[in-house]
């Protein structure tokens, strides 16, 4: 994480604490970009198929 030649982002690694802490207190999915209040997945069949019902159209 201090190798000098790479950048690194203050916002992002923010942003991936607060994922691994959400996904460790409620043991849900964090997909991708994920920022606290947006939806996670929750890990099983019927719940993933919902989630990515869902949110099938933001990724086209």
Not at 11 to 29: S, W
Not at 36 to 56: A, C, M, S, V
Request: hydrophobic letters at 30%.
């Amino acid at each position: 994480m201090n190798d000098l030649p790479v950048g690194r982002s203050v916002d992002e690694t923010i942003r991936l604490v607060q994922a691994f802490q959400y996904t460790d207190q409620h043991g849900e999915v964090c997909p991708a970009g994920w920022k606290p209040g947006q939806d996670t997945i929750i890990p099983n069949p019927t719940e993933k198929k919902k989630y990515f019902q869902k949110h099938l159209h933001e990724s086209l």
